[in-house]
């Protein structure tokens, strides 16, 4: 008896492990990488949301449209300070339980688009239905797209009352807050998701990569200890990187997790609702942050099948401190080791530039200005564009004066040839020139005599030409974007009026 028993504790002990290791790799539930839904997404994308700058009155008939197929059940729960309707929407019949808001900073808009297109997604019938499906049967799905309505009219951060609704959840002085408060106190989720965008020039680490996601599982108090709540948001969120990691490896981040009493994720963590935080951060090239939206739509329904599954159950608590934290190594633009002449000083050294942005509402556009904010050793920082400019010597940007008649028929070609020859402004003969953001330029404007000589200093507005001594322009940097004059010359976004 005793000699079989010790042979068979072995081979039961392996038979159980093969068998979990199994259950592991061929589970039930196939997780979403097993899906078509990645490349679906053009299917679900909802095609009445192209740009960024989303406002309430585009998402009424959408949610007019969900709610008129039966997937959405939908209840006006009040307002935003000036008057416009807060929706709570509900998709699913399951027991459990999840609570998303977006947009509660009204000029961080992704996950509100990645929402419509989760909308798209459930409504849809095609060979992910056993995938949905779980998802309605499992989940209640309550979401409150943008949470403040009145910041996204003019697409700023705070409410009318410029308070910042994500350090309202203690005080509740706004009505947003309050209404995002009492839809938790109501309902009482198991999960919740605060759902954000971040500044684009967050690193990984101090690596040179962008964190185009961050996550983060707030902790509810200041000595920011791990229980089974926040442990089950950590759990999420290291389902998430393995299934972002594949479209933007290195590109997933973790925020500062120091507590934050007036902060929704806190005090729902602290209420025992799993909340995760994620924020959007840049992708080279996706100023319109739409490949980011895709990656929220991917992400949070990755998220969503786990918790219908139990699938996170699976995952190791330590693999989220693992993730690497926000860091602040990037700019826009680094021109590294270009050689400045001023007055009596000849030197070479990097350039760190970044743009503020400003809004134009009428036509939901960001309009750039660019400003030198770095000179110096910028061997630890990297730029979403960079030039080695060790060749190079800047150089400040020439003049032409013209009629204001002929810079209006300037073509873009001409403007290309001016930029290649040297010069950076247009001054008019016969008036004053336009001040502000310009629109399919690639000159700038000028009314002063001086601006144009001056060369690169620190905040100052970057326009300079690089080129080798003696010879011909190679970039031109104007009003802190990089052009190169060996390719083909497209507008740039806005140069600048002075
Ligand atoms: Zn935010």
């Given at each position: 008896?005793?000699?079989?028993?010790?042979?068979?504790?072995?081979?039961?002990?392996?038979?159980?492990?093969?068998?979990?290791?199994?259950?592991?790799?061929?589970?039930?539930?196939?997780?979403?990488?097993?899906?078509?839904?990645?490349?679906?997404?053009?299917?679900?994308?909802?095609?009445?949301?192209?740009?960024?700058?989303?406002?309430?009155?585009?998402?009424?008939?959408?949610?007019?449209?969900?709610?008129?197929?039966?997937?959405?059940?939908?209840?006006?729960?009040?307002?935003?300070?000036?008057?416009?309707?807060?929706?709570?929407?509900?998709?699913?019949?399951?027991?459990?339980?999840?609570?998303?808001?977006?947009?509660?900073?009204?000029?961080?808009?992704?996950?509100?688009?990645?929402?419509?297109?989760?909308?798209?997604?459930?409504?849809?019938?095609?060979?992910?239905?056993?995938?949905?499906?779980?998802?309605?049967?499992?989940?209640?799905?309550?979401?409150?797209?943008?949470?403040?309505?009145?910041?996204?009219?003019?697409?700023?951060?705070?409410?009318?009352?410029?308070?910042?609704?994500?350090?309202?959840?203690?005080?509740?002085?706004?009505?947003?807050?309050?209404?995002?408060?009492?839809?938790?106190?109501?309902?009482?989720?198991?999960?919740?998701?605060?759902?954000?965008?971040?500044?684009?020039?967050?690193?990984?680490?101090?690596?040179?990569?962008?964190?185009?996601?961050?996550?983060?599982?707030?902790?509810?108090?200041?000595?920011?200890?791990?229980?089974?709540?926040?442990?089950?948001?950590?759990?999420?969120?290291?389902?998430?990187?393995?299934?972002?990691?594949?479209?933007?490896?290195?590109?997933?981040?973790?925020?500062?997790?120091?507590?934050?009493?007036?902060?929704?994720?806190?005090?729902?963590?602290?209420?025992?609702?799993?909340?995760?935080?994620?924020?959007?951060?840049?992708?080279?090239?996706?100023?319109?942050?739409?490949?980011?939206?895709?990656?929220?739509?991917?992400?949070?329904?990755?998220?969503?099948?786990?918790?219908?599954?139990?699938?996170?159950?699976?995952?190791?608590?330590?693999?989220?401190?693992?993730?690497?934290?926000?860091?602040?190594?990037?700019?826009?633009?680094?021109?590294?080791?270009?050689?400045?002449?001023?007055?009596?000083?000849?030197?070479?050294?990097?350039?760190?530039?970044?743009?503020?942005?400003?809004?134009?509402?009428?036509?939901?556009?960001?309009?750039?200005?660019?400003?030198?904010?770095?000179?110096?050793?910028?061997?630890?920082?990297?730029?979403?564009?960079?030039?080695?400019?060790?060749?190079?010597?800047?150089?400040?940007?020439?003049?032409?004066?013209?009629?204001?008649?002929?810079?209006?028929?300037?073509?873009?070609?001409?403007?290309?040839?001016?930029?290649?020859?040297?010069?950076?402004?247009?001054?008019?003969?016969?008036?004053?020139?336009?001040?502000?953001?310009?629109?399919?330029?690639?000159?700038?404007?000028?009314?002063?005599?001086?601006?144009?000589?001056?060369?690169?200093?620190?905040?100052?507005?970057?326009?300079?030409?690089?080129?080798?001594?003696?010879?011909?322009?190679k970039y031109a940097v104007v009003n802190g974007f990089l052009v190169d004059l060996s390719k083909e010359i497209r507008p740039l976004p806005n140069t600048y009026g002075y």
């Open positions: 008896m005793m000699r079989i028993k010790l042979l068979a504790t072995p081979a039961i002990i392996i038979l159980l492990f093969s068998l979990g290791f199994s259950l592991r790799r061929h589970p039930a539930h196939p997780p979403i990488e097993n899906t078509s839904i990645w490349q679906n997404y053009e299917q679900y994308k909802e095609p009445a949301i192209q740009h960024r700058m989303v406002k309430h009155a585009d998402m009424q008939p959408l949610i007019t449209k969900h709610v008129s197929s039966g997937l959405l059940r939908s209840s006006v729960i009040g307002s935003s300070v000036q008057g416009r309707d807060i929706h709570h929407l509900i998709a699913g019949k399951g027991k459990i339980k999840v609570l998303l808001w977006s947009q509660m900073h009204g000029d961080e808009s992704t996950a509100t688009m990645a929402i419509f297109d989760i909308f798209n997604f459930l409504a849809a019938k095609d060979d992910n239905d056993r995938f949905r499906q779980l998802l309605k049967e499992k989940l209640e799905l309550h979401f409150i797209p943008m949470v403040n309505p009145d910041g996204a009219e003019v697409w700023k951060r705070r409410n009318a009352m410029d308070i910042d609704i994500n350090r309202d959840a203690r005080s509740l002085t706004t009505p947003e807050a309050r209404l995002l408060m009492k839809v938790a106190d109501d309902i009482k989720p198991r999960f919740g998701f605060n759902l954000h965008d971040q500044n684009i020039l967050y690193s990984v680490g101090s690596s040179a990569k962008p964190a185009t996601i961050s996550f983060l599982a707030p902790a509810y108090n200041h000595t920011r200890e791990m229980n089974e709540v926040r442990q089950d948001a950590a759990r999420l969120i290291v389902l998430m990187n393995h299934t972002l990691q594949k479209f933007i490896p290195d590109q997933v981040a973790k925020y500062s997790d120091a507590h934050e009493p007036r902060g929704f994720g806190d005090t729902f963590q602290k209420k025992g609702i799993s909340t995760v935080l994620i924020e959007s951060g840049g992708y080279r090239g996706d100023t319109q942050k739409q490949y980011i939206r895709k990656l929220n739509f991917y992400a949070l329904l990755s998220a969503l099948y786990a918790i219908a599954s139990n699938a996170y159950e699976n995952e190791k608590v330590e693999e989220y401190f693992a993730i690497p934290d926000n860091g602040r190594s990037l700019f826009n633009l680094v021109i590294r080791n270009a050689e400045i002449s001023n007055e009596n000083l000849r030197y070479r050294t990097s350039l760190g530039i970044n743009y503020s942005t400003s809004v134009n509402i009428s036509e939901r556009r960001l309009n750039y200005r660019g400003v030198i904010e770095e000179l110096g050793d910028m061997q630890n920082n990297y730029g979403y564009d960079e030039v080695e400019a060790s060749s190079l010597v800047s150089l400040p940007g020439k003049i032409i004066t013209m009629t204001k008649a002929e810079w209006e028929k300037l073509s873009l070609e001409s403007e290309a040839q001016l930029l290649k020859q040297g010069y950076l402004y247009i001054r008019f003969s016969d008036q004053r020139s336009p001040t502000g953001p310009l629109q399919n330029r690639l000159l700038n404007l000028i009314n002063g005599a001086s601006t144009g000589a001056r060369p690169p200093g620190l905040y100052q507005y970057p326009n300079f030409i690089l080129a080798p001594p003696e010879g011909r322009p």
